[in-house]
């Protein structure tokens, strides 16, 4: 039974994405007969993926914050250690696990780490989606959808022969988001309309708030039945949610399959929920949290498949209010629009990835 590690982390900074889609692959490795462990570092907010059935290494907590200052563009900060640290905790567990498979979805981590960790495995693996660094990996896997070539992201960033497995055809959903699920019929004008507001499995920030208040001053609140989804967020007590036709917050969901499902529209952040929505095949309206959500966001409005609304920081009140008033009245032609738009995501990529793995390990060095 050949043996993977995965080495990814989840807190408040980072969010609980990487986890996710990482957690995906593991479960599809494990149908495969893969024995699978899971390293990850114990941060703020992090998850501990013991509990989800899979053994997991526990890097030591920081000491102190690393490094002292604001999170920088190139993501070192979401380590919490000095990247010497993380090395050499590393590799005492991959010298000793001995996987064949070596997997790593971290933006802190590239070449310097892989270099160090590829003398210990048979395949590394690195997923990367905002190709800003270099690797020294076998395979590399980036799930999003981009007009141009996706492989000229990564021209000069990945060594000759690696296996490139580009695009949404290797998008890292739960099974639970195969889409062969018939395109719900949205009703009238008149019937009442189902939001669901989900901005991360870990965000807490202000725009939870704002978007409760903007649909509360809809023009048509009195038909929304709204769900948030989020961690620790409490209303306040002066919040006056009768306007609307009810209002649910539930903590964080093991699968938001179902929920999205059965909702009319989405309103959340860029990331993995992004294919979980498009699986589903449901209209949303985007706000970036992170920076590096921005460019594909983007691209998905221009091509039909969402609507995008700027930057956390720059969208208001004002714009959420008309966003959600245009969308209320146009979700009919909306959701016919985005069921005969190409479909991106097929909730195969986990599979997919694991097949194209073994052919490249079967076939042996060019």
């Given at each position: 039974m050949q043996k993977v590690l995965i080495r990814v982390d989840s807190s408040l900074e980072i969010g609980t994405g990487h986890i996710s889609r990482m957690l995906v692959l593991a479960h599809a490795f494990k149908v495969r007969g893969y024995a699978v462990e899971i390293a990850t570092r114990e941060l703020e907010g992090y998850l501990d993926t013991s509990a989800m059935g899979f053994v997991t290494h526990i890097l030591k907590r920081p000491s102190a914050p690393y490094p002292q200052e604001p999170a920088r563009a190139d993501y070192d900060s979401w380590l919490g250690v000095p990247l010497e640290h993380e090395i050499a905790e590393m590799r005492d567990i991959v010298k000793y696990l001995k996987p064949e498979i070596l997997v790593v979805d971290h933006y802190s981590l590239g070449r310097q780490w892989e270099v160090a960790m590829r003398e210990h495995c048979k395949t590394l693996i690195a997923v990367d989606d905002i190709a800003n660094r270099t690797h020294s990996?076998?395979?590399?896997?980036?799930?999003?959808?981009?007009?141009?070539?996706?492989?000229?992201?990564?021209?000069?960033?990945?060594?000759?022969?690696?296996?490139?497995?580009?695009?949404?055809?290797?998008?890292?959903?739960?099974?639970?988001?195969?889409?062969?699920?018939?395109?719900?019929?949205?009703?009238?004008?008149?019937?009442?309309?189902?939001?669901?507001?989900?901005?991360?499995?870990?965000?807490?920030?202000?725009?939870?708030?704002?978007?409760?208040?903007?649909?509360?001053?809809?023009?048509?609140?009195?038909?929304?039945?709204?769900?948030?989804?989020?961690?620790?967020?409490?209303?306040?007590?002066?919040?006056?949610?009768?306007?609307?036709?009810?209002?649910?917050?539930?903590?964080?969901?093991?699968?938001?399959?179902?929920?999205?499902?059965?909702?009319?529209?989405?309103?959340?952040?860029?990331?993995?929920?992004?294919?979980?929505?498009?699986?589903?095949?449901?209209?949303?309206?985007?706000?970036?949290?992170?920076?590096?959500?921005?460019?594909?966001?983007?691209?998905?409005?221009?091509?039909?498949?969402?609507?995008?609304?700027?930057?956390?920081?720059?969208?208001?009140?004002?714009?959420?209010?008309?966003?959600?008033?245009?969308?209320?009245?146009?979700?009919?032609?909306?959701?016919?629009?985005?069921?005969?738009?190409?479909?991106?995501?097929?909730?195969?990529?986990?599979?997919?990835?694991v097949a194209e793995l073994e052919r490249f390990q079967e076939a042996g060095p060019a």
């Open positions: 990996c076998d395979v590399l896997i980036d799930h999003n959808h981009f007009t141009r070539n996706p492989s000229a992201r990564y021209e000069g960033l990945v060594e000759d022969g690696t296996l490139m497995l580009l695009g949404t055809s290797f998008s890292l959903l739960n099974a639970t988001f195969i889409a062969n699920h018939p395109a719900t019929e949205i009703g009238p004008e008149e019937d009442n309309c189902k939001v669901l507001i989900f901005f991360g499995g870990s965000y807490q920030g202000p725009l939870l708030l704002r978007t409760l208040e903007s649909l509360s001053l809809s023009r048509y609140s009195r038909f929304l039945e709204v769900t948030v989804v989020s961690r620790g967020f409490q209303l306040p007590d002066d919040f006056d949610a009768h306007t609307m036709k009810s209002l649910t917050n539930l903590g964080p969901q093991e699968s938001l399959d179902e929920l999205i499902r059965e909702t009319d529209f989405v309103i959340g952040a860029g990331g993995v929920n992004t294919w979980e929505r498009l699986a589903s095949n449901k209209f949303s309206l985007v706000v970036s949290i992170a920076s590096n959500q921005e460019e594909l966001t983007k691209e998905l409005d221009a091509l039909g498949y969402l609507k995008y609304l700027g930057r956390e920081s720059e969208v208001t009140s004002r714009l959420l209010v008309s966003s959600i008033d245009e969308l209320f009245e146009n979700r009919q032609l909306l959701s016919r629009k985005l069921s005969n738009l190409a479909r991106l995501v097929d909730g195969r990529g986990p599979s997919r990835v």
